[in-house]
C-alpha cells in the first residue's frame, strides 16, 4: 500500500499571498516539502490517492510559492501562494467556499469539466 | 484513555475576519463544533491533552466566531474570527510567526509568563 502513517504527515493551510484568502488544506509529507522548497511549486501528499502531487499537474492551476511558515509546535505549515486559475477541484477560487450552513460564499472561476474533462478531478 | 481516532477530527483553521491573517490550527470533533456553533467562541479538541478546550480558558484569548465555512471536500473547517488577544501560547498574534527558514515575522502581543503563569501553556 501507498498509505502513510497520519504522523509523518502535516496540514499545510495554502493561503493567497496577496488578499489573504485561505485557498485550500492539503498534506505534506517531508518530501512534498523538499519538492515546494527546491521548485518553489507546491507539492502535496495525497491522502486519498496515496501518492504525492503537484497541485496543478492535471489542470494547470500550479501555486507559486511566496513564503513557507511555520507554526509554534512545527506541525501545521502555512504556504503563501500565487494561485493560477483555482484552488478547487470543484471550480471555485478557493475550496473554501460555502458557509457550514450550505450557503454558497466563494467565487467560481472555472468549469470543472472543461479543465479535468473525463480525467477527473486532481 | 481519552484520545480519539484521527478519523473523527477535523483540522480547524481560524483566521481573523478583518485582516485576513491566519492566527492558527487546531483540532475539532462533533462536540467542538456543536459548543462553538452554539456559543459562537471557538472550542476545540485538544490531541495532546485529550480532551475539548475553549480557546482562551485560561488566557483569556478567546475568539469570538464571526462565520463557519467548510471545503469542498467537508473534511477542514475554517473559522473567521476576532481573536481577543493573541491566538498563540507563545505571545504572538498568530501561531505562524516564523518563517521555515526561521526568521521572525510574527507580531508578538502579550508575554506568556504573565498570561499563564505556572499554569502551562494553553
Known amino acids: 500500500m501507498n498509505s502513510k502513517a497520519e504522523k509523518e504527515l502535516k496540514p499545510a493551510i495554502a493561503q493567497?499571498?496577496?488578499t489573504g484568502e485561505v485557498l485550500m488544506l492539503a498534506y505534506?509529507?517531508?518530501e512534498a516539502l523538499r519538492l515546494t522548497r527546491e521548485t518553489g511549486?507546491?507539492?502535496?501528499?495525497?491522502?486519498s490517492r496515496g501518492k504525492l502531487w503537484k497541485k496543478g499537474e492535471s489542470s494547470?492551476?500550479?501555486?507559486?510559492v511566496k513564503d513557507i511558515l511555520i507554526d509554534c509546535d512545527e506541525d501545521t505549515?502555512?504556504?503563501k501562494v500565487e494561485?493560477?486559475?483555482g484552488?478547487?477541484?470543484m471550480g471555485y477560487r478557493s475550496c473554501f467556499y460555502r458557509t457550514i450552513n450550505g450557503a454558497i460564499v466563494?467565487?467560481?472561476v472555472f468549469e470543472p469539466d472543461e479543465v479535468y474533462g473525463k480525467k477527473g478531478k486532481e
Open 16 to 18: 493567497d499571498y496577496e
Open 28 to 30: 505534506m509529507d517531508e
Open 41 to 47: 511549486k507546491a507539492h502535496y501528499w495525497s491522502r
Open 60 to 64: 494547470g492551476h500550479e501555486q507559486l
Open 77 to 79: 505549515i502555512l504556504l
Open 83 to 85: 494561485q493560477i486559475g
Open 87 to 89: 484552488a478547487c477541484h
Open 106 to 108: 466563494g467565487k467560481k
